[in-house]
């Protein structure tokens, strides 16, 4: 059962597997989504300062049933915080906004503010300000781990010839159809754990065909497909719902892809576009 599975950090704490992603959930809904997956079994909630929901995760989180122990949380500093006092007000505001003690993960949202996100400037000292804070935070016990976001090689090279706390995780875009297999392959070459937002391309996985045709085979979805070719790549996959259901049915991956059904898949024409989501920077394109 994935949800009861971990992958363990090079700091040696342990990670559940399997994330619920909250991006796009409110404050309030996120509650009731927590404590859903909760009971559901998840054990590993991932929110941001940017989804304004931290709040709700909290309360959620609180009234879910599970100790906190068993639960982990992540969080990320937002994009924009690129200053060591920032960055330090930044992580104990989300510490009070989530009410809690401590947080599991927290991670530098992006290496470039969202707004200049597709411009040159790297951003190199201000991702070695905001992470020297993180260093601090977590040498204080006051989060568990630390990590990136969106960072590519230029930008983990900046963090490792600096710091004194190795990065633990990357989160980045990863999906069927788009899977940046040298700085996946870069990432864990350091000891980073890759874990894959949006593994259903933001629900445009389920518009493919030759996609659905695959998950037909293994009498399986198109999420479950992709959720499962993400874990098979030893990535940590973090679907977003807010719905029990799909909760439920993203963590029955309990199959194997074949070796040949995972190449076709890795090697699949990218996605040109994300409906939607393509206002996003991430999901923008270069």
């Known amino acids: 059962m994935i949800l009861e599975e971990k992958f363990t950090l090079s700091n040696g704490v342990e990670i559940p597997k399997l994330g619920l992603g909250t991006w796009f959930i409110s404050n309030e809904d996120v509650v009731q989504a927590v404590k859903d997956a909760a009971k559901t079994g998840y054990r590993h909630i991932d929110t941001a300062q940017a989804y304004q929901n931290e709040g709700g995760v909290g309360e959620g989180i609180r009234a879910c049933g599970v100790s906190r122990e068993e639960m982990f949380v992540t969080s990320k500093l937002a994009a924009e915080v690129k200053t060591y006092d920032e960055a330090v007000a930044s992580i104990e505001q989300s510490l009070k906004t989530l009410g809690l003690d401590y947080i599991d993960l927290m991670i530098i949202h992006s290496p470039k503010p969202w707004a ?118 030893d990535l940590l996959p973090i679907p977003k719902t807010a719905n029990s259901a799909h909760m439920k049915s993203n963590a029955e991956v309990d199959f194997v892809i074949s070796e040949e059904d995972m190449e076709f898949l890795k090697n699949m024409e990218q996605i040109e576009h994300y409906g939607e989501a393509s206002m996003f920077p991430v999901y923008a394109g270069k």
């Open 116 to 233: 200049k996100f597709l411009e040159n400037d790297p951003f190199f000292e201000g991702n070695r300000e905001a992470w020297r804070a993180l260093e601090e935070a977590y040498k204080a016990g006051k989060l568990r781990a630390i990590g990136l976001s969106n960072f590519e090689q230029a930008d983990i090279d900046n963090i490792l010839e600096s710091c004194s706390v190795k990065p633990m995780v990357n989160q980045i875009l990863t999906h069927i159809s788009n899977t940046p297999k040298e700085l996946i392959q870069y990432t864990q070459d350091k000891g980073i754990l890759v874990e894959a937002y949006s593994p259903i391309g933001h629900g445009e996985l389920l518009k493919n065909q030759e996609i659905a045709a695959v998950a037909e085979k293994y009498s399986i979805s198109v999420p479950q497909l992709g959720i499962r070719y993400c874990l098979q790549l």
